[in-house]
């Protein structure tokens, strides 16, 4: 697997497709890897060259203690594996953190080198659902100094009773997609030697309200959201939808946060025909 040296540390990459078609980066999100893209990539590398990314702290990326893990730090390492493949322009995909990532480039960061993106249930405001507030971040916060949890965890999510209980939060059902299909997303969400950054990358989340910046965004944009999505409230895909100049929102129905997971088809079509100019 590919990396990059981006401010000292290690940033691993894939690649998909042939590299003289147009490039599309995609974004991961809190808690999670670049493998949450192995649909899109499959339905998109016959038509873009894709580079989905582990974003510093996650992944097989390195994961420094003093590391700076803040949504515009994040996206300024965006711009830098861009520069470093040789991308200009780019077409830009990101999932819940990672859409919040992707607005930031399009609306502050880099406007001039995002020719589109899609946010698939992209944090907007920093703010996310009750149930994460008052069960995941707890959990975050004393993980973050008592690592040893998330070694306790980690056997347990296999579990699907345990599982599903932590994991409520992603699906409309939990019996939808098969639990084995999610086995790697959720033993990498949970891992000690990400505990320090899986915390600060939380308080980032919540550092950041994009919604003011919104009206800076002039190139096509689509909001993708699951219309029972436990993490980021649905209501980010309409303030979405309104601050960005005809931008566009597309609410699937019975889904939850993992709407390439849980939806695919109609997920696919959403992202397939907003880049066909549909």
Not at 64 to 87: E, H, K, T
Not at 173 to 193: L, Q
Request: glycine share 8%; with cysteine.
């Amino acid at each position: 697997m590919p990396t990059a040296t981006i401010d000292g540390h290690r940033i691993h990459y894939v690649t998909a497709g042939d590299p003289e078609n147009p490039p599309l980066i995609l974004i991961h999100g809190w808690l999670s890897y670049r493998g949450v893209w192995r649909q899109t990539i499959a339905a998109l590398s016959d038509s873009f060259y894709c580079v989905a990314l582990d974003l510093l702290g996650f992944g097989d990326s390195d994961k420094p203690r003093n590391g700076d893990y803040s949504i515009p730090a994040q996206a300024q390492r965006i711009l830098a594996l861009a520069d470093a493949l040789g991308f200009e322009t780019f077409t830009l995909i990101g999932h819940s953190m990672g859409g919040q990532i992707a607005t930031t480039i399009a609306a502050i960061t880099a406007p001039e080198r995002v020719t589109n993106f899609v946010s698939v249930a992209g944090v907007v405001t920093g703010v996310l659902s009750p149930r994460v507030r008052e069960g995941t971040y707890p959990m975050v916060l004393a993980a973050a100094y008592l690592p040893f949890m998330y070694a306790i965890i980690q056997p347990l999510l296999n579990q699907p009773w345990y599982a599903n209980h932590i994991y409520r939060p992603w699906f409309y059902r939990m019996d939808n997609p098969p639990f084995d299909t999610w086995r790697e997303d959720r033993e990498r969400a949970i891992r000690p030697d990400q505990h320090w950054s899986i915390y600060q990358a939380g308080l980032g989340i919540r550092a950041l309200d994009l919604t003011p910046h919104l009206p800076k965004i002039r190139v096509p944009a689509l909001a993708i959201f699951g219309e029972f999505d436990g993490t980021v409230p649905v209501i980010d895909g309409e303030i979405f939808r309104q601050g960005i100049p005809d931008a566009q929102l597309v609410m699937i129905p019975e889904c939850g946060h993992f709407p390439m997971y849980e939806k695919t088809e109609a997920y696919l079509q959403a992202v397939k025909a907003f880049l066909n100019g549909g």
